[in-house]
């Protein structure tokens, strides 16, 4: 099978790729912002232990992080609007799942940044008469989010390559596009060789640089 190099002109896949891209960074942008924003909420409950919230934050990260994603997609898009009496469309199914369910993962990956925290650094700050809160909020949350920003962004790569899975919701994202391109153009090989090299293209540059700020976050640690 000889392959039509002509397909990969960016003239005749623009009107096939250019909204989908645009959507899978959105979802990136969005999932990633949202699901890291509850995801600390979620860590911060869970560390205060013992409550029946706890419990059920507990249950719920467990819970999601069990489940594959292409089933809670499909759940939340079928079985949310029957609840509500009203559709909410693909795309804004897509961001409130990928944001519930990235949610889940940021708690994990928080909850680790926060247990590598001394704790005599949270006893210093109380001695200065900071409270609990403001010890977590000022001293406690900084130093988790830096020590284990090489893994957030790492689930962040994770989250752009799973955007892909929006398709099955019927959703425009690169996959789809050069799926679409493939079927009007009628070269199919191409479009998915295209798709594969674009997701390898900038995943590999993004784990460039989770590679660099892991081997500077090391160096920093050893300085300390």
């Given at each position: 099978?000889n392959?039509?190099?002509?397909?990969?002109?960016?003239?005749?896949?623009?009107?096939?790729?250019?909204?989908?891209?645009?959507?899978?960074l959105?979802?990136?942008?969005?999932?990633?912002?949202?699901?890291?924003?509850?995801?600390?909420?979620?860590?911060?409950?869970?560390?205060?232990?013992?409550?029946?919230?706890?419990?059920?934050?507990?249950?719920?990260?467990?819970g999601?992080?069990?489940?594959?994603?292409?089933?809670?997609?499909?759940?939340?898009?079928?079985?949310?609007?029957?609840?509500?009496?009203?559709p909410?469309?693909?795309?804004?199914?897509?961001?409130?799942?990928?944001?519930?369910?990235?949610?889940?993962?940021?708690?994990?990956?928080?909850r680790?940044?926060?247990?590598?925290?001394?704790?005599?650094?949270?006893?210093?700050?109380?001695?200065?008469?900071?409270?609990?809160?403001?010890?977590?909020?000022?001293?406690?949350?900084?130093q988790?989010?830096?020590?284990?920003?090489?893994m957030?962004?790492?689930?962040?790569?994770?989250?752009?390559?799973?955007?892909?899975?929006?398709?099955?919701?019927?959703?425009?994202?690169?996959?789809?596009?050069?799926?679409?391109?493939?079927?009007?153009?009628?070269?199919?090989?191409?479009?998915?060789?295209?798709?594969?090299?674009?997701y390898?293209i900038?995943?590999?540059?993004?784990?460039?640089?989770?590679?660099?700020l892991?081997?500077?976050?090391?160096?920093?640690?050893?300085?300390?």
């Amino acid at each position: 099978m000889n392959l039509d190099w002509s397909f990969y002109r960016w003239s005749q896949l623009e009107p096939f790729l250019l909204d989908g891209f645009l959507f899978s960074l959105q979802i990136t942008a969005v999932a990633g912002a949202c699901g890291l924003a509850l995801g600390i909420l979620l860590a911060a409950i869970r560390r205060s232990g013992g409550t029946l919230l706890s419990g059920a934050v507990s249950a719920y990260v467990t819970g999601m992080r069990a489940i594959p994603l292409l089933m809670v997609i499909m759940w939340f898009f079928l079985l949310v609007p029957y609840l509500l009496g009203r559709p909410l469309g693909p795309r804004v199914s897509a961001f409130i799942t990928f944001t519930l369910f990235e949610s889940a993962y940021f708690a994990e990956i928080i909850r680790a940044g926060i247990a590598s925290v001394g704790s005599g650094q949270v006893d210093a700050a109380r001695a200065l008469g900071l409270t609990q809160r403001q010890a977590f909020v000022l001293i406690v949350l900084p130093q988790a989010l830096r020590n284990m920003a090489p893994m957030l962004l790492t689930q962040v790569i994770v989250l752009f390559q799973d955007s892909s899975l929006v398709y099955v919701i019927g959703a425009t994202d690169l996959l789809k596009g050069f799926e679409t391109a493939g079927r009007t153009l009628g070269r199919p090989v191409e479009a998915f060789l295209g798709a594969a090299a674009a997701y390898f293209i900038l995943c590999f540059t993004l784990s460039r640089v989770v590679a660099v700020l892991r081997r500077d976050g090391a160096a920093t640690s050893l300085r300390t």
